[in-house]
């Protein structure tokens, strides 16, 4: 199996998945990624390192169910959907048993469906997505939910009986759930905060103006797609209130347009780093044209991401053009998405490193591990002296070594799989550890 991996400062990296295309909907901190290839069809993790890809079952959208697979922190639980007894119901995934755990619904269904999960909190302790609601009397709606342990599932209802709300992110402890909130079209806002006494407060609006009026459309910010881990920043998708452009907003700062690439386009925020200091997303400039993938930050404000991608983490991205980034890992380090190949015209899905020198590291905390996936001999380099620990995943030490600078490691012997490579300096005692992976 062929995977292709492009790059030029040693840093970051561009790979491609190999074979066949994935609708990619998140990365994890470690790198893996999980989307799909068939609407209604099971969910996949790509292994970018490797060029694996495992089957995970679940339902993934389309045929008229709701999904979205999400990784918590430690990448060991996802959100989604699966079979339930009557049909496709919100469930979470445990990659440790590889079962899915149906979770429940509001005990409504449509077409026999029932539910389905949008997204998972950072601990893996909270999913969230929608359910239909009552459907008595000619109506047929959905609301938010959220399901967690101690009070199983939670109707966060909506602002106005009839119309529907759906939850599509949740922050890192499950005390802030964000979605949106129909009323007259297009969706809207909506932010439901964790009541200490079980349950959720009703949804709110984010309001452009937080003085004007909060009935007013035009006042009220488009669909929130996306919360940071520690839930202060809260990304969304523009509409007529801001003519079209992604946004994001804390309580601080209150609503930020982040502008556009393609004037009379629609922006999106498909997800915020931790702390929300970078964002990524998509706009979409018309029904033909090809969407235009972007990364914000404060420093540079909004920027096409194949722009970034070549000139602010020096890489190549040989014949591929990025059209979107659709999910990005809570820690920032990494961003998935789909684009095309200008020889081909295949459809590719992409995962690429963020990590640069100049952004995320001081010279003092270089490290860097090549090649990577590697079968003889991998080159350590790191500035300064500096420990080197080589463990397996069971935490066993396989090798460890003083260097001060540049060392060569013959891992021939190693048994292929996944190994962890630390560096501790001897300055300042600074660790960082790099996935490394024999074949």
Same mark, same amino acid.
């Given at each position: 199996?062929?995977?292709?991996?492009?790059?030029?400062?040693?840093?970051?990296?561009?790979?491609? @998945?190999?074979?066949?295309?994935?609708?990619?909907?998140?990365?994890?901190?470690?790198?893996?990624?999980?989307?799909?290839?068939?609407? =209604?069809?099971?969910?996949?993790?790509?292994?970018?390192?490797?060029?694996?890809?495992?089957?995970?079952?679940?339902?993934?959208?389309?045929?008229?169910? =709701?999904?979205?697979?999400?990784?918590?922190?430690?990448?060991?639980?996802?959100?989604?959907?699966?079979?339930?007894?009557?049909?496709?119901?919100?469930?979470?995934?445990?990659?440790?048993?590889?079962?899915?755990?149906?979770?429940?619904?509001?005990?409504?269904?449509? /077409?026999?469906?029932? $539910?389905?999960?949008?997204?998972?909190?950072?601990?893996?302790?909270?999913?969230?997505?929608? $359910?239909?609601?009552?459907?008595?009397?000619?109506?047929?709606?959905?609301?938010?939910?959220?399901?967690?342990?101690?009070?199983?599932?939670?109707?966060?209802?909506?602002?106005?009986?009839?119309?529907?709300?759906?939850?599509?992110?949740?922050?890192?402890?499950?005390?802030?759930?964000?979605?949106?909130?129909?009323?007259?079209?297009?969706?809207?806002?909506?932010?439901?905060?964790?009541?200490?006494?079980?349950?959720?407060?009703?949804?709110?609006?984010?309001?452009?103006?937080?003085?004007?009026?909060?009935?007013?459309?035009?006042?009220?910010?488009?669909?929130?797609?996306?919360?940071?881990?520690?839930?202060?920043?809260?990304?969304?998708?523009?509409?007529?209130?801001?003519?079209?452009?992604?946004?994001?907003?804390?309580?601080?700062?209150? +609503?930020? /347009?982040?502008?556009?690439?393609?004037?009379?386009?629609?922006?999106?925020?498909?997800?915020?780093?931790?702390?929300?200091?970078?964002?990524? =997303?998509?706009?979409?400039?018309?029904?033909?044209?090809?969407?235009?993938? +972007?990364?914000?930050?404060?420093?540079?404000?909004?920027?096409?991401?194949?722009?970034?991608?070549?000139?602010?983490?020096?890489?190549?991205?040989?014949?591929?053009?990025?059209?979107?980034?659709?999910?990005?890992?809570? /820690?920032?380090?990494?961003?998935?998405?789909?684009?095309?190949?200008?020889?081909?015209?295949?459809?590719?899905?992409?995962?690429?490193?963020?990590?640069?020198? /100049?952004?995320?590291?001081?010279?003092?905390?270089?490290?860097?591990?090549?090649?990577?996936?590697?079968?003889?001999?991998?080159?350590?380099?790191?500035?300064?002296?500096?420990?080197?620990?080589?463990?397996?995943? $069971?935490?066993?030490?396989?090798?460890?070594?003083?260097?001060?600078? @540049?060392?060569?490691?013959?891992?021939?012997?190693?048994?292929?799989?996944?190994?962890?490579?630390?560096?501790?300096?001897?300055?300042?005692?600074?660790?960082?550890?790099?996935?490394?992976? @024999?074949?």
């Amino acid at each position: 199996m062929l995977t292709c991996v492009f790059s030029l400062n040693g840093f970051s990296q561009f790979i491609v @998945k190999p074979d066949s295309y994935m609708e990619t909907y998140d990365v994890s901190n470690d790198g893996d990624v999980v989307g799909y290839t068939d609407w =209604g069809g099971p969910y996949f993790i790509w292994y970018p390192e490797t060029g694996n890809v495992d089957s995970i079952y679940g339902l993934a959208p389309g045929n008229g169910i =709701g999904s979205h697979a999400m990784f918590s922190n430690d990448g060991l639980f996802l959100s989604g959907t699966t079979e339930g007894p009557d049909g496709p119901v919100m469930a979470r995934y445990d990659r440790a048993g590889d079962t899915w755990s149906v979770l429940g619904s509001l005990g409504w269904s449509i /077409d026999g469906t029932w $539910s389905g999960g949008y997204s998972i909190s950072g601990d893996g302790s909270t999913v969230v997505g929608n $359910s239909w609601a009552d459907t008595t009397g000619g109506y047929a709606y959905s609301h938010a939910i959220a399901w967690n342990q101690e009070e199983g599932i939670m109707d966060l209802g909506t602002m106005y009986f009839g119309r529907s709300t759906r939850a599509n992110d949740v922050s890192g402890d499950g005390s802030v759930v964000v979605g949106w909130q129909d009323y007259n079209g297009p969706w809207k806002s909506a932010v439901w905060r964790k009541d200490p006494n079980g349950g959720y407060f009703p949804n709110e609006y984010i309001l452009i103006d937080p003085q004007g009026d909060p009935t007013d459309e035009y006042n009220q910010a488009g669909e929130c797609t996306a919360i940071s881990a520690d839930g202060n920043w809260i990304g969304g998708a523009g509409d007529f209130a801001n003519n079209g452009n992604p946004w994001i907003w804390s309580e601080t700062t209150g +609503f930020i /347009d982040l502008g556009t690439l393609a004037p009379g386009g629609m922006g999106y925020v498909a997800a915020l780093n931790n702390d929300g200091t970078l964002a990524v =997303g998509r706009i979409q400039q018309g029904p033909w044209d090809p969407e235009l993938a +972007f990364v914000w930050t404060p420093q540079g404000g909004i920027e096409d991401l194949n722009e970034y991608a070549q000139t602010t983490l020096g890489l190549d991205l040989g014949n591929n053009v990025i059209y979107s980034a659709n999910c990005m890992s809570p /820690d920032g380090s990494y961003i998935a998405g789909y684009g095309i190949d200008t020889v081909t015209f295949d459809f590719i899905a992409y995962r690429m490193s963020m990590e640069t020198l /100049d952004v995320h590291e001081t010279a003092e905390h270089y490290f860097n591990v090549y090649p990577n996936p590697a079968t003889n001999v991998i080159t350590v380099d790191c500035l300064g002296n500096a420990t080197i620990t080589i463990t397996s995943p $069971s935490g066993q030490i396989i090798e460890q070594i003083e260097t001060t600078g @540049k060392q060569q490691i013959d891992i021939s012997a190693y048994a292929d799989g996944i190994y962890f490579v630390t560096a501790q300096s001897e300055s300042n005692n600074h660790l960082k550890t790099m996935r490394l992976v @024999k074949q």
